[in-house]
């Protein structure tokens, strides 16, 4: 059975102590659930898994065992989604409502992959979409499974202003305002004036986001914007022990990594593990030691290094009595079953497609079951263009 978290009453909780929630980003590729035990060893509140696909995650199972593994006291856990239509986002929603506190929609991404298929901030300029996707969660699960957005800041203070209160309106219970726009760059500086105005006028817990890499950094944001959660990426990939307040990446934080990856076995891959310690030992390797780190090629090589030039007997052993153990997700076949196939028209599940370019029945192929004429007259057959998607 996995344990749950109430996330609204987190954030009360933290409102009355006078403090704020301190929580690790939804990271692609990085926030896994063995780095989200590692991070909360060192005083990480809350934690999102990567950004995941929604409409893989419903149609695909290798999606869902690759992006998706949980463990029973992994907890508080938002799960992100990337998703354009309420069929996908409702659905992936319900599909991890057992093992996750709350979603949150990405309405952030800058990549231009997600911009052209209309994901991450694409959706900004289409608040229609957005409302309609978060309320066909509020509306059809649990009050106490949290739906929240994650933005980033338009290039004019008004429309920013304008878009964070109509997410306010659409009932999000909470929002993650990123501080630069999206067509910013990761190293620019966040603009605290824009977060400042829109943190001031929303009623709903406010997350501040970007360039954290230090404690001191969280308390500055968190004292000059008043919010109620701080959000850390790549300060915490350098720093696991970032909101602990330790400068660098301590020695017992790899160890405990060491032991993770051990009690993980085949759940963990080895780019996970290796690129995660590439970020760990950023300040602490000399030029030398990076050189020949980056090539290392196995679990065993990466090991023996640790343990030659990093590591000892105290911080393997380490106490990693937090981790628990993992949890087989049982998702609904009832879900999964209406996203099984695509029309091949408009790319819509089967289930939900109502465009109706397609028909199993009136197909003209002679061998093909699958041949498709459009209303442009271009003939298509199955090949491996139609093959699932995968992530």
């Known amino acids: 059975m996995k344990n749950k978290t109430d996330i609204i009453q987190l954030f009360n909780d933290a409102q009355y102590n006078e403090t704020y929630l301190k929580i690790c980003a939804p990271m692609v590729r990085y926030s896994k659930v063995q780095f989200r035990n590692l991070v909360k060893k060192y005083k990480v509140d809350m934690a999102f898994t990567p950004m995941i696909l929604a409409n893989s995650f419903c149609q695909n199972s290798k999606a869902r065992t690759n992006e998706f593994l949980t463990t029973k006291d992994d907890t508080p856990l938002i799960v992100q989604f990337a998703a354009n239509n309420i069929n996908d986002f409702l659905d992936a929603s319900k599909l991890v409502y057992p093992y996750a506190d709350g979603v949150d929609l990405n309405c952030g991404c800058p990549q231009r992959w997600a911009m052209k298929d209309g994901y991450g901030s694409a959706l900004l300029s289409k608040p229609e979409i957005i409302h309609d996707l978060v309320r066909s969660v509020k509306n059809n699960l649990p009050k106490d499974f949290t739906v929240s957005v994650k933005v980033r800041i338009l290039s004019e203070l008004k429309t920013t202003l304008t878009m964070c209160q109509q997410l306010e309106k659409c009932g999000v219970d909470f929002l993650t305002v990123h501080g630069r726009t999206p067509v910013q760059k990761s190293g620019e500086p966040i ?50 022990a970032l909101f602990s307040g330790i400068k660098t990446t301590p ?124 209303s442009d007259d271009l003939d298509y057959m199955d090949s491996s263009i139609f093959d699932e998607k995968t992530l």
């Open 251 to 374: 020695v017992d934080c790899v160890g405990t990594w060491m032991k993770l990856k051990n009690y993980s076995g085949n759940k963990i891959t080895f780019q996970c593990y290796h690129h995660h310690l590439v970020f760990m030992l950023e300040k602490v390797l000399t030029k030398q030691q990076k050189q020949i780190f980056n090539y290392l090629q196995t679990f065993e090589e990466v090991d023996e290094f640790l343990v030659k030039h990093i590591i000892n007997d105290e911080s393997i052993s380490t106490n990693v009595s937090h981790i628990s153990e993992f949890i087989a997700c049982d998702f609904d076949n009832s879900i999964t079953d209406k996203h099984n196939k695509k029309c091949r028209g408009c790319g819509i599940s089967t289930y939900y497609c109502t465009c109706e370019k397609y028909s199993y029945e009136n197909n003209e192929g002679s061998f093909f079951s699958s041949y498709v004429k459009t």
């Open 191 to 240: 603009n605290m004036e824009f977060m400042e105005n829109v943190f001031s006028i929303l009623k709903v817990p406010c997350i501040a986001n970007g360039g954290v890499k230090t404690l001191e950094d969280a308390k500055k944001m968190y004292d000059s914007l008043n919010c109620q959660g701080v959000m850390a990426a790549s300060g915490l990939l350098t720093n696991p």
